[in-house]
């Protein structure tokens, strides 16, 4: 039953939701809206460039700054995340300084511990795509650099990566892992490395890494979320599309699209076969997925993370177009009812379970791969509104921030993540503007919106 707290929430929270999709008839100006997106880009960045030049990310609301991604070490996570979107959005005078900057100070001979799927998906995958929009040989080399000092954390027993590599000593730690960090952060970062230096060690490591895990799914064909890399055992019971588990799924298709191994897409078929056995969940009447028991199937709640929108993008693009429309309707009424998500949410009773939103992309990711697919502008709408949420939400002095709380008008948390520079600001851009610099028909995006094929130089 939904408590007065969680009424009360999702009350407040739902008369933030200014624009529901119903209320847009009529045509729209989608060139207009891209010129917005991309002058909003250049605004932010000019911020960052004044008060945080070469920290990993601004704190927006106080114009400070601060770098997290490997502990006691800076690498200009914004700049590397920010690459390809400014290029697909011309901004070139903007990425000459970024790549300006990364040539005369990222280094990674750091004494520091780096978590190895962050480290991929964001600064490998961020570096790569640079490379691909600019042609900058050193872009390449960094990227092969840091992978080639996280390659130690492939050396375990079962092939699978430990989590923390020192960049300087190779030494690991942390074996217990999450299949989102074992195989979905890292496999097409490194298979596209592979491919641009030749080296197969990269790809050949990553693809082995998801296949063992794979191996350890239970007789109905499902992951639990954490396992012990050195032993192969499973240390808890969760099934979930959700983190910690979401992108070894979305890697799994994309892997087998960048590298043609039918073992990959075979093991995604046969995950996606059972997620949607005893996952899928229509007891709203939306069609939402549930966390369970991997060996039963039993449902333990449905309680949904926002990066679970990731999900109706990824069942479109495996070939389950009424599915994925049918997973879409759900978190589009999720987005008229709160404006912006929540962190986690029951779709029982729309009772919020986290109340926080940072700045998350998902939502906007999964309409952008459908409208690439279909060019409904339904696709476009939706992302229209979760663009026009986010600046009405979360635009302050110098930038765009998280939020504490999406059920009160200004609870800022400052912070703008690296993944804002490359992920939803890319997805509107390319939405609204039809870029000539992107083959719309002929493209991969990486988890983290790292452009890894079908930039038109
Ligand atoms: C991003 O870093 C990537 O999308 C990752 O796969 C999980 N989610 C965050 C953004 O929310």
């Given at each position: 039953?939904?408590?007065r707290r969680h009424f009360l929430?999702?009350?407040?929270?739902?008369?933030?939701?200014?624009?529901?999709?119903?209320?847009?008839?009529?045509?729209?100006?989608?060139?207009?809206?891209?010129?917005?997106?991309?002058a909003e880009m250049a605004w932010?960045?000019?911020?960052?460039?004044?008060?945080?030049?070469?920290?990993?990310?601004?704190?927006?609301?106080?114009?400070?700054?601060?770098?997290?991604?490997?502990?006691?070490?800076?690498?200009?996570?914004?700049?590397?995340?920010?690459?390809?979107?400014?290029?697909?959005?011309?901004?070139?005078?903007?990425?000459?300084?970024?790549?300006?900057?990364?040539?005369?100070?990222?280094?990674?001979?750091?004494?520091?511990?780096?978590?190895?799927?962050?480290?991929?998906?964001?600064?490998?995958?961020?570096?790569?795509?640079?490379?691909?929009?600019?042609?900058?040989?050193?872009?390449?080399?960094?990227?092969?650099?840091?992978?080639?000092?996280?390659?130690?954390?492939?050396?375990?027993?079962?092939?699978?990566?430990?989590?923390?590599?020192?960049?300087?000593?190779?030494?690991?730690?942390?074996?217990?892992?999450?299949?989102?960090?074992?195989?979905?952060?890292?496999?097409?970062?490194?298979?596209?490395?592979?491919?641009?230096?030749?080296?197969?060690?990269?790809?050949?490591?990553?693809?082995?890494?998801?296949?063992?895990?794979?191996?350890?799914?239970?007789?109905?064909?499902?992951?639990?979320?954490?396992?012990?890399?050195?032993?192969?055992?499973?240390?808890?019971?969760?099934?979930?599309?959700?983190?910690?588990?979401?992108?070894?799924?979305?890697?799994?298709?994309?892997?087998?699209?960048?590298?043609?191994?039918?073992?990959?897409?075979?093991?995604?078929?046969?995950?996606?076969?059972?997620?949607?056995?005893?996952?899928?969940?229509?007891?709203?009447?939306?069609?939402?997925?549930?966390?369970?028991?991997?060996?039963?199937?039993?449902?333990?709640?449905?309680?949904?993370?926002?990066?679970?929108?990731?999900?109706?993008?990824?069942?479109?693009?495996?070939?389950?177009?009424?599915?994925?429309?049918?997973?879409?309707?759900?978190?589009?009424?999720?987005?008229?009812?709160?404006?912006?998500?929540?962190?986690?949410?029951?779709?029982?009773?729309?009772?919020?379970?986290?109340?926080?939103?940072?700045?998350?992309?998902?939502?906007?990711?999964?309409?952008?791969?459908?409208?690439?697919?279909?060019?409904?502008?339904?696709?476009?709408?939706?992302?229209?509104?979760?663009?026009?949420?986010?600046?009405?939400?979360?635009?302050?002095?110098?930038?765009?921030?998280?939020?504490?709380?999406?059920?009160?008008?200004?609870?800022?948390?400052?912070?703008?993540?690296?993944?804002?520079?490359?992920?939803?600001?890319?997805?509107?851009?390319?939405?609204?503007?039809?870029?000539?610099?992107?083959?719309?028909?002929?493209?991969?995006?990486?988890?983290?919106?790292?452009?890894?094929?079908?930039?038109?130089?």
């Amino acid at each position: 039953m939904i408590d007065r707290r969680h009424f009360l929430a999702s009350a407040a929270a739902a008369t933030l939701a200014t624009e529901p999709l119903l209320a847009q008839a009529g045509p729209l100006d989608w060139n207009a809206l891209a010129q917005d997106v991309r002058a909003e880009m250049a605004w932010a960045w000019a911020e960052y460039r004044k008060k945080a030049w070469g920290q990993d990310e601004i704190r927006p609301v106080s114009g400070t700054s601060k770098s997290f991604l490997i502990p006691g070490q800076t690498v200009g996570l914004s700049i590397v995340e920010a690459l390809d979107t400014l290029w697909l959005m011309g901004l070139d005078v903007e990425l000459e300084d970024g790549v300006r900057w990364i040539k005369g100070s990222l280094r990674f001979d750091l004494d520091g511990d780096a978590q190895v799927f962050e480290a991929t998906i964001r600064l490998v995958g961020g570096l790569l795509s640079g490379h691909l929009a600019t042609g900058e040989a050193m872009l390449l080399e960094l990227a092969h650099d840091l992978a080639s000092r996280m390659m130690p954390a492939f050396d375990t027993p079962t092939g699978m990566p430990m989590r923390y590599v020192n960049l300087c000593t190779g030494k690991t730690r942390d074996p217990l892992s999450f299949p989102a960090e074992i195989g979905g952060g890292l496999a097409p970062e490194l298979v596209t490395l592979s491919r641009l230096t030749g080296e197969k060690r990269f790809g050949e490591a990553a693809v082995n890494a998801m296949l063992s895990l794979y191996g350890k799914r239970s007789k109905i064909g499902l992951l639990a979320d954490t396992i012990d890399v050195t032993t192969g055992a499973w240390t808890t019971r969760v099934a979930t599309i959700g983190p910690p588990t979401d992108s070894y799924f979305e890697y799994l298709w994309d892997s087998w699209v960048l590298t043609g191994d039918t073992r990959l897409r075979d093991a995604y078929r046969t995950c996606t076969a059972a997620i949607l056995a005893h996952l899928a969940d229509r007891t709203t009447g939306d069609m939402w997925f549930a966390n369970v028991d991997f060996e039963t199937g039993k449902k333990l709640d449905l309680v949904q993370s926002e990066l679970s929108a990731f999900y109706p993008g990824l069942l479109r693009e495996g070939g389950k177009p009424g599915e994925a429309r049918a997973a879409m309707r759900g978190w589009e009424e999720a987005q008229d009812r709160f404006g912006v998500l929540p962190e986690a949410f029951d779709p029982t009773d729309w009772s919020i379970r986290s109340k926080g939103n940072a700045l998350r992309p998902e939502l906007v990711d999964s309409a952008f791969a459908l409208w690439l697919h279909d060019q409904d502008e339904h696709w476009r709408r939706v992302a229209r509104t979760h663009f026009l949420n986010m600046k009405r939400t979360s635009k302050v002095a110098h930038g765009y921030s998280g939020l504490t709380d999406v059920s009160v008008p200004g609870a800022w948390n400052d912070a703008c993540p690296g993944y804002w520079w490359s992920e939803q600001m890319k997805y509107y851009w390319l939405i609204f503007s039809d870029c000539p610099r992107f083959d719309y028909r002929d493209n991969y995006l990486s988890t983290e919106g790292n452009v890894l094929k079908g930039l038109k130089r």
